[in-house]
């Protein structure tokens, strides 16, 4: 298990030894305010509330209020956990309510981890901490409810607890949680090794767990009651409106001039930032009284810069760095090394080889990126929806120049996320604006900024190679990744992974996949660092993270193995899913998949018009530890010009134990149906150190119109919790582009797909 996910995990996350303690300036502290004045009393609970465990609290009228630690950007997480914990505690889900945590240090739980939201992890790293708080609360009330009904304590085993109400059959007693809650005698607590020793329910005892209740943050989400970072509002608020220049990292303002900038009513002032963290370079925000006054400063400001040592790079540049990198047998880190493949490939009776190539691609969250932020007195508020508040905060208080245990974090639903919101730099014009004039500064980004200066998914290039024996079985494979580190930027040691070579840490973010559950004796993988790429374009997490670029090359090249050597690809897949080894286990849920879809699918079973094809892949997204197994067969038909309709996505997957079957399946299949815009339309490129496309106009998500049929098998086996927001975008690519093989001849190799490219291979 890589380190990171180690220190992630429940049962070994060890937040008293390193507390997320970031070891940079930029990043900083742990955020806390213990004890530091000018917190907002409001977000302390009642004292009249039972508070079991710092994730729920239940109030005198018996509603139970869940806090959750993630961010919610439209996956439901909070109302996740708010089902988990109410199953073991056994309240009415009518009575269940859900709030977001600040960053107060005390939802920095030793079980639960920091305060991030990604990697498939929120509810597989929560399930059992939750149900186990939610067990607490079910005990400590059903203790304090026989003593207060006045049975004897060894009566308390023949209590009946359900909707909320604790029964006594034989007896006919009952109490209400607010009953008892009311009554004061609900004061027991538990230590992590009593935590522990609970005794949690069965999948066949789940009555709540796999139930596709109503999810509680609709209601205030379509009636308007919900606040996203973007609605916040403040007395005597100003608002600022960034300008940034037109490289996307290194440039420097040299000057300002504003003179028609203050003919614009309402302008306050011009503000260079002076981001001490890196977060962002060569920006400048124009502060007014409203936001369309603060836009039109913005504009009205006339801008001098130095380009800085990226001014000249572009997509093309970066591509030809990748490729140099590569071919130097000393670059990069071993992430995997079994066997010995070179030797193999010396003996093997066929060898395949070839390069793929990922773009670079952007978030574009519907709500763009937006931080307001407020001093009071020596506290600074800020006020955002991110997904990542223990660092977040840390960039916050790094660009105001303060303690971080010093600021607060008023956390919002998120309009979107998707990686992009674990990024902090909205915070920072935020945080140096309210600094400059003296009041609280909102600043939201334009498309514009927010396309042009996002932390992207970066470009990548793979080259693999592939031997085989005289009876076609695979016997060696070899495979450089080649892209910046999105990690690495982050200054966390903690989420960087030791190589196997000794050679130092490397960033797993951009290589997981690429350990796959395939038997392969001899088996390399090396992470390279494109240190040009890295600092021209500072990479993120995009939904799906390394996956979403390692399995395209992947179950690319084991298609195009099967085709060398004369085999149907999905029995190739089974014959490799043997389960040996360190594979056994991960192995067979993952052919389970992949025999699920192709039943789902009907491949091979019947013959497709001229044309069209089916193509497979199978994945154990997002990482090997904390695998989801997911499985795609893609229909396809390909026109003689090479245009490419997807007609149909069939995705299996396999959730061990799932919460909510309707949110499973709305998950899967948005995530199938933003792995086929990545796979068919989206791409920016960087043209004199800057991103090309602005808008929507330019960078061209899937439009309602292209979207096919999407089935969906969901596995659930009772086994532990996995999650499903990000593994099916990985699965789709190379679905796809073995679907174009089959249908045409074509063999692709570059994300996007297009049509030019198709029909470049058919010909060929």
Known sequence: MNEHVKNLAPATTDLSRRSFLVGTAATGLVLGYAGVPGIDAASAAAPANFEPSVWYAISPDGLVTVTCGKADMGQHIASTMAQIACEELGAKWSDMRVQLASNDPKFNDPVLGAQITGGSWSTMMNFEAMSRAGAAGRIALTEAAAAAMGLPPYFKDQLVVRDSVISHPKSKKQMSFAEIVKSGKATKTFTPDELKAIKLKTPDQYTMIGVSVPQLDIPSKTNGTAKYGIDVMLPGMAYGKVVTPPVRFGATVKSVDDGDAKKVPGFIKAVILDDKTGTTSGWVVAVANTYANARKAADALKITYDGGPNAKLSSQSLLDEAKRLQGLEDSGQFFVKDGDPAAAFGTAAKVVE????????????????????????????????????????????????????????????????????????????????????????????????????????????????????????????????????????????????????????????????????????????????????????????????APGWTFWAVESMIDEIAAATGKDPAQFRISLLDGAGKNDGGAQRLRNTLLAAMGLAGYGTRKLPKGEGMGVACVSSQERATASWTACVAHVAVAPSGEVTVKKLTVATDVGTQVHPDNIRAQVEGAALWGLSLAMYEKATLKDGGIEQTNFDSYRPLRMSQTPEVAVAVIANGENATGVGEPAVTVVAPAIGNAIFNASGARVRALPITAEAVKASMKA
Do not use: C
Request: charged share 20%.
């Open 354 to 545: 070839a390069e793929y190539t990922t773009s670079i691609n952007i978030h574009a969250p519907l709500e763009p990126m937006n931080a307001t932020a407020e001093f009071k007195g020596d506290i600074l508020h800020i006020y955002s929806g991110n997904q990542f508040a223990t660092r977040s905060g840390a960039i916050a208080a790094g660009a105001a120049g303060i303690d971080p245990k010093f600021v607060v974090m008023h956390q919002h639903w998120l309009g979107g996320g998707f990686g992009r919101r674990l990024d902090a730099d909205m915070m920072v014009p935020a945080v140096q604006a309210a600094k400059a004039v003296g009041k609280p500064v909102k600043v939201i980004y334009s498309r514009e900024n927010d396309m042009t200066m996002d932390f992207s998914r970066p470009l990548t290039y793979q080259k693999v190679k592939a031997g085989v024996d005289g009876d076609g079985k695979l016997v060696a494979l070899s495979h450089d990744v080649v892209s910046a580190w999105p990690t690495a930027r982050w200054g966390i040691p903690d989420f960087l992974t030791p190589s196997v070579d000794k050679k130092g840490p490397l960033d797993s973010f951009t290589v997981n996949g690429a350990d796959f559950f395939y038997t392969v004796p001899n088996h390399y993988v090396r992470a390279i660092k494109n240190e040009l790429a890295h600092n021209a374009t500072p990479s993120g997490q995009l939904r799906s993270v």
